[in-house]
């Protein structure tokens, strides 16, 4: 490809905001799964997967050419997409039953947590908007994919670290709320939805913890499954509120315009979706899974007119480009 490429110039400009795609579309192949459309699901899934490893390269190349640049990306909430996409990819992949590269995405999401979480969190600043919640999101991610694979091989250590970076989870949750704006709810670009979608994903590791309890693990008494239980079907009802409250807030206020940052919108949806669909299965109680089907199929509307507007977008940047 020419060094002048219009192509090229218009995805060097891309944003580390752009891992929410990856996570938007892999949590919608989760969900996907969930309820039976596996074609759909699989097709989900190699998109995720494609965006995954385009993103990964480029992210590697910035690294070794560009690090100043790599270092600011990396400060910024946004660049904690790359655990939270990591993540999510590598819970639907332990789902098809492919748990050794599962656990390679979590050995690689687990060295890139640390390091980038302190990076962001030096950066944090007094008002932030939705994304500062990512800090939750990949944390809590990491206990998802934990959990799932202590299931899938029997392996009780992981639940246990998976328990303790839940409760972390929900202790970086209540911190980032202290730094969000509230403001962003009536003028957030997207990310905004984040604040929900953080409590959302923490009541799917709550689940995926109780799932590989009743999976055959001993792993703690009956009066801390009790607690663990209580805390994630709480975190659901949060999470369905948070829900409704953006919801109307963007009834209210619309922006209908297009924004790289509408993909942090379509995660927390499906991810609602997903929480809800799998609380019902952990919890034994069948309330929240007609909500969650109903949730799922808003999020893969949402998908598609946020994918369609991504491709407009792109294609008059890369045309302006090709003019200059």
């Not at 949750?173 to 962003?184: C, E, N």
């Not at 792993?219 to 663990?228: I, K, P, Q, R, S």
């Amino acid at each position: 490809m020419p060094r002048s490429s219009p192509l090229r110039a218009w995805w060097a400009q891309r944003p580390p905001a752009a891992g929410a795609a990856v996570m938007a579309t892999g949590i919608l192949s989760i969900g996907l799964n969930l309820t039976g459309h596996d074609v759909l699901s699989l097709t989900a899934l190699a998109l995720a997967g494609a965006g995954w490893v385009a993103l990964a390269v480029d992210s590697a190349v910035r690294l070794l050419r560009e690090r100043e640049r790599w270092r600011a990306e990396a400060g910024t909430p946004a660049g904690l997409t790359a655990v939270a996409a990591t993540t999510v990819l590598g819970a639907r992949i332990s789902a098809l039953g492919w748990q050794p590269l599962a656990e390679a995405l979590l050995a690689l999401a687990a060295v890139l947590w640390p390091v980038l979480l302190v990076e962001v969190m030096r950066h944090w600043e007094r008002r932030m908007p939705g994304a500062v919640f990512l800090c939750c999101v990949a944390t809590q991610g990491l206990a998802v994919l934990a959990a799932t694979l202590a299931r899938a091989e029997a392996e009780a250590w992981l639940a246990r670290a998976a328990l303790v970076l839940f409760w972390l989870g929900l202790a970086v949750y209540v911190v980032t709320l202290a730094r969000f704006s509230l403001r962003q709810v009536a003028e957030g670009a997207g990310d905004q939805w984040v604040a929900g979608g953080a409590l959302a994903i923490s009541a799917l590791a709550g689940a995926k913890l109780l799932l590989a309890e009743g999976g055959g693990l001993y792993l703690w008494n009956v009066d801390d499954a009790g607690v663990l239980r209580t805390v994630t079907v709480a975190l659901l009802v949060l999470a369905l509120l948070w829900y409704a409250v953006l919801l109307v807030a963007e009834l209210w206020w619309p922006r209908p315009r297009y924004d790289m940052r509408r993909w942090s919108t379509v995660f927390p949806m499906g991810m609602t979706a997903v929480a809800a669909l799998s609380v019902a299965d952990a919890v034994d109680a069948p309330w929240p899974e007609g909500p969650g089907q109903v949730l799922l199929w808003i999020a893969v509307a949402a998908w598609l007119a946020v994918a369609a507007g991504a491709l407009v977008a792109a294609r008059a940047s890369v045309r302006s480009t090709g003019r200059r």
